[in-house]
C-alpha cells in the first residue's frame, strides 16, 4: 500500500507539476502581453503628445490664415473701391467728353446749315432785287408803251 500511496502522491505531483508548468507557461504570455500592453501604452502617450502639438501648430496656422484672409479680402475690397471710383471718374470724363464731341459736331453741322441758309437767303434776295429791276423795267416799259399807245390814239 505504501507503494500505491507513493505511486499515486507520484501521481498527484506529475500532475500538479503539470498544472504549475501551465500556469508558469500562462504566466508568461501574461507577462509578455503585459509587456505588450506597456510598450503600446507608451507608444500611445507620445503619440497624443506628438498629436497634441500637431493640433496646436494647425491651431496656430489656422488663426494666422484667418488673419490672413481678412487682411487679403480688406485689401481687396479697398482696392475694387478705388478702381471703382477711378472707372467712374473716367466713365463720366469720356461721357463729358462725348457730350462736348457731340456738341460741337452739332454746331459745327447748325453753323454749316445756317451758312448755306444765309446763302441760299442771300441768292434769293440777289434774285428777288433782280426780278424786282426786272418788274420796275417792265412797268415802266409798259407805262412807256400804255402812254405812248395814249399819245399815238390821241393823235
Avoid: C, P
Avoid at 16 to 40: C, T
Avoid at 65 to 72: C, P, Y
Avoid at 100 to 128: A, C, P, Q, V, Y
Amino acid at each position: 500500500m505504501d507503494l500505491e500511496k507513493l505511486d499515486k502522491t507520484i501521481n498527484e505531483l506529475d500532475k500538479s507539476s503539470q498544472q504549475l508548468k501551465g500556469f508558469s507557461e500562462i504566466f508568461a504570455e501574461l507577462s509578455d502581453l503585459h509587456s505588450s500592453v506597456s510598450k503600446n501604452n507608451d507608444f500611445f502617450k507620445t503619440a497624443s503628445v506628438k498629436l497634441e502639438k500637431v493640433s496646436s501648430s494647425i491651431d496656430i496656422q489656422l488663426k494666422d490664415f484667418k488673419t490672413t484672409f481678412k487682411e487679403l479680402d480688406s485689401s481687396i475690397v479697398t482696392r475694387l473701391d478705388r478702381h471703382k471710383s477711378d472707372i467712374q471718374v473716367d466713365i463720366r470724363n469720356e461721357g463729358t467728353q462725348i457730350q462736348r464731341g457731340f456738341e460741337n459736331s452739332l454746331n459745327n453741322n447748325f453753323n454749316n446749315l445756317e451758312n448755306k441758309i444765309n446763302e441760299k437767303f442771300r441768292d434769293f434776295e440777289t434774285k428777288i432785287k433782280s426780278n424786282k429791276t426786272l418788274i420796275i423795267i417792265s412797268l415802266i416799259s409798259g407805262l412807256i408803251n400804255i402812254g405812248l399807245i395814249a399819245y399815238l390814239i390821241m393823235k
